[in-house]
């Protein structure tokens, strides 16, 4: 269907140069071009369609290379030497058209996995506490409300098979069926039939002599043999597979942290801000006025927050409490909803004025902070900025947060805002700073709109 949609999409994109003063050799090359650079650049693999953003990004490096790709087999048969320029202009179109069959796919697909259609069996192995662990962040990560059979992206959890049989307590929480030990992962798959999935998470007990014999029992069938690695929130974009002496290993590249890096991000995001400022000014005036009306104080609410490298700053919100809010802190000590961690957060906190609270559900209150991105100290996508007494008592791994400059939306602020326990919050804007990308700042930003609307956690 991609591969058809592709080159509807790139004939699509030749026509529309062809009729703007175009050539002929543009109809001609461009489709079979485009499909090679996007076969390339495997934009045609099966195992990029479950989730994350690297089947668009895909689309988007074989539509660099598609122009020179073009070309080159253009000059070589037609010597046309505008070509080329014909190309440049076709590229953006055919590369929008495939992302928005790649989309529609997608979403086909997860709506057939939710009513439990086209999915491939699946079987997990290894120490009960690590797929306890590995069922928790699928399901964190899945339709509130899934049940733990189906939290696999197109696979539906058939059981499982653990090295420690006799202490599977862990898992009673799950509902997932405990098949045995590993012993009983053939006879797994042959129950259940060719093409059964088999998961397999590190365990001691799980040697290079069992892994490939799980690994044979499963290519017999018909099956895919997977490897969970041993530590997560690793983006897929970060791992590749590196042979040294015959042996294959899993190369993990470092977090893109330098300034260098980053510097594309920081100049769009500084000039995405002036453009907000200007033409959000005027709904800016009116929620300040608003606020002024709605209660005694200033419009504008300052606190210090740190930022990049622990620098302080000050953040500027418009206010949405009451000027004796912070007076009035310790007193509301008893309902923090995070005395898990070190956030202080109060579900129908008492100090919140009631225009406050409307700003707060639609995130209206952070609009001041396009000050703070413009002037340098803030992103519009990073993790939260703390306050410095949370800092104090950062350990050293939650310190990381600080590697990065603080953000007006998150990973946090997408997948659930004050809801999230503390220790949720970390692992999300730690797994933002390790796996940080123009790629994954999209993502964050086109998942912003909805967060906001819904107002899921905001207060």
């Known amino acids: 269907m991609l591969l058809a949609a592709d080159l509807v999409g790139a004939v699509a994109a030749a026509l529309l140069v062809l009729r703007a003063g175009g050539h002929w050799p543009v109809v001609l090359g461009l489709p079979p ?7 390339s650049h495997r934009g045609y693999a099966a195992a990029s369609f479950g989730s994350g953003s690297e089947l668009y990004l895909r689309v988007l490096r074989a539509a660099l290379v598609l122009p020179a790709l ?4 253009g000059w070589g048969l037609a010597g046309d030497p505008d070509l080329l320029h014909e190309m440049i202009l076709a590229a953006p179109l055919a590369a929008a058209l495939s992302l928005a069959a790649r989309c529609a796919l997608r979403r086909r697909l997860r709506t057939r996995w939710a009513r439990g259609q086209g999915r491939t069996t699946a079987v997990l192995v290894g120490p009960s506490a690590g797929v ?4 928790t962040a699928l399901l964190r990560d899945s339709r509130p409300g899934a049940p733990a059979a189906a939290v696999l992206q197109g696979m539906e959890l058939a059981g499982v098979c653990v090295t420690d049989p006799r202490n599977t ?13 590993v012993d009983e992962v053939p006879g797994a798959i042959r129950a259940f039939g060719g093409g059964t999935a088999v998961v397999v998470l590190p365990a001691p007990e799980i040697d290079a002599g069992l892994l490939r014999r799980l690994a044979w029992s499963t290519a017999a069938a018909g099956g895919d043999f997977l490897l969970a690695p041993s530590f997560g929130d690793v983006a897929a974009s970060r791992l590749d597979v ?5 042996v294959p290993l899993i190369h993990v590249r470092a977090p893109r942290l330098s300034r260098l890096s980053r510097l594309p991000k920081e100049l769009a995001e500084r000039l995405i801000a002036a453009a907000l400022l200007l033409l959000l000014s005027p709904l800016m005036c009116v929620v300040a006025l608003t606020v002024r009306l709605g209660s005694r104080g200033p419009a504008l609410f300052r606190q210090v927050r740190v930022g990049l490298h622990g620098k ?13 809010a912070e007076a009035r802190r310790a007193e509301l000590a008893h309902a923090n909803h995070n005395s898990d961690g070190l956030l202080f957060k109060v579900r129908d906190d008492p100090r919140v004025t009631r225009v406050g609270a409307t700003l707060r559900r639609y995130s209206l209150d952070e609009l001041p902070q396009l000050i703070n991105v413009l002037t340098g100290r ?4 990073g993790p939260r900025p703390p306050l410095p007494e949370e800092v104090a008592g950062y350990s050293h791994e939650v310190r990381r947060r600080l590697l990065v400059k603080p953000g007006l939306t998150g990973l946090w602020q997408v997948s659930g805002r004050s809801d999230l326990p503390w220790e949720e919050a970390v692992r999300l804007d730690l797994a933002y700073v390790d796996n940080w ?12 709109g909805p967060a906001v609307l819904r107002g899921t956690g905001a207060y």
């Open 33 to 39: 071009s485009w499909v090679l650079a996007t076969a």
């Open 312 to 324: 302080h700053f000050t953040m500027l919100k418009f206010r949405t409490m009451r000027p004796d």
């Open 70 to 73: 073009a070309a080159g087999l």
């Open 437 to 448: 990308s123009l790629g994954l700042d999209t993502v964050i930003l086109l998942r912003t």
């Open 378 to 381: 803030m992103s519009l996508i």
């Open 242 to 246: 590196r042979t040294i002496g015959g």
């Open 132 to 135: 306890a662990e590995l069922l």
């Open 169 to 181: 307590d862990e898992l009673d929480a799950f509902g997932v069926p405990v098949l045995g030990g």
